[in-house]
């Protein structure tokens, strides 16, 4: 019986820590999003991607990408490596691949 409580308590612990990294993961997201891409993908209309996207979207998908429930990790990864229409593209000297990974998180669908 002790034996099942070991376990048990041992899959909690696990299972908080996950939601920790998680956590810290979608906070660094959050950070990499500020310093890189909000000041043209926010809300509003001084942001030339979310206006850009506006247009292009015509209102069926949000234009601001914090709102959006569509961005896969691998869309976010290709987008800032490669650039899209006007967005050049970002070095791994710029955002390194944990960062991207951060951001990607970040951006991608919540359950």
């Keep these: 019986m002790m034996g099942r409580w070991v376990w048990f308590a041992g899959v909690v ?3 908080g820590g996950a939601a920790q990294a ?3 993961l979608a906070a660094r997201g ?3 999003f500020q310093y890189w891409c909000a000041a043209c993908h926010a809300p509003g209309p001084r942001h030339p991607g ?3 996207l506006d247009v292009l ?3 069926v998908k949000p234009a601001a990408l914090e709102q959006r429930t569509d961005l896969l990790p691998e869309l976010t990864r290709a987008f800032v490596r490669t650039g899209v229409s006007v967005m050049p593209p970002f070095r791994k000297t710029e955002i390194s691949d944990a960062d991207l990974d951060a951001l990607a998180a970040y951006l991608a669908p919540k359950p």
């Design 57 to 59: 979207y015509k209102g």
């Design 30 to 32: 959050n950070e990499v």
């Design 22 to 24: 998680q956590d810290s």
């Design 13 to 15: 612990a696990a299972a």
């Design 50 to 52: 979310t206006q850009a």
